[in-house]
T-cell receptor, first 118, second 115 residues
């Protein structure tokens, strides 16, 4: 298993440009999510998906779009990049979160994409 | 420890000592908690988890304690090793406005192990 893969690893954008960060997992996980991590900070949830065709907003969704057409892929789109979106972006996957009691909520994280918007 | 504000709080320990990293959470409805370790340049890595109906869980060299009365979570690392140096995050599963559950992270603590 490759686990969770992300591309690209690094990206520099100009303000106003758009781009898509790719994320794929080969573990047949239902749950996938995108986080951003700013320097010295924890991870903040952008968007997440509990299965193909279903997406929801997290804590900081503005300026980002997602889609989940397959179980394996969960791309994150920046519609019009802004300097405030300079960050490291992590994709993660896991089995679906169910009512506490069955455990197994371990999330697997990708290596991250470092994005700079100038 | 040192540093507040924009910088992560830092815990510095000697190799071989025990480490205790603390985390406060705010959502009394959280039903599941996880500790993650993040090394420089890498994504977070799962360490140990605990359900809200438990107050203690042990793994290999790590113990997580949950005090729901004061909404406090701690991670104890026994016989700390240089390889334990990293940033540690607590995370909780909360229910968002959509009704679905999601994993949210605390701000993290940097652990520095002195040889």
């Amino acid at each position: 298993n490759a686990g969770v893969t992300q591309t690209p690893k690094f990206q520099v954008l100009k303000t106003g440009q758009s781009m898509t960060l790719q994320c794929a997992q080969d573990m047949n996980h239902e749950y996938m999510s995108w986080y951003r991590q700013d320097p010295g900070m924890g991870l903040r949830l952008i968007h997440y998906s509990v299965g193909a065709g279903i997406t929801d907003q997290g804590e900081v969704p503005n300026g980002y779009n997602v889609s989940r057409s397959t179980t394996e892929d969960f791309p994150l789109r920046l519609l019009s990049a802004a300097p405030s979106q300079t960050s490291v972006y992590f994709c993660a996957s896991s089995r679906a979160f169910r009512v506490a009691g069955d455990g197994g909520h371990e999330q697997y994280f990708g290596p991250g994409t470092r994005l700079t918007v100038t | 420890g040192e540093s507040v504000g924009l910088h992560l709080p830092t815990l510095s320990v000697q190799e071989g000592d025990n480490s205790i990293i603390n985390c406060a959470y705010s959502n009394s409805a959280s039903d599941y908690f996880i500790w993650y370790k993040q090394e420089s340049g890498k994504g977070p890595q799962f360490i140990i988890d605990i359900r809200s109906n438990m107050d203690k869980r042990q793994g290999q060299r790590v113990t997580v304690l949950l005090n729901k009365t004061v909404k406090h979570l701690s991670l104890q690392i026994a016989a700390t090793q240089p390889g334990d140096s990293a940033v540690y995050f607590c995370a909780e599963i909360i229910r968002l406005d959509t009704g679905r559950r999601a994993l949210t992270f605390g701000s993290g603590t940097r652990l520095q192990v002195q040889p």
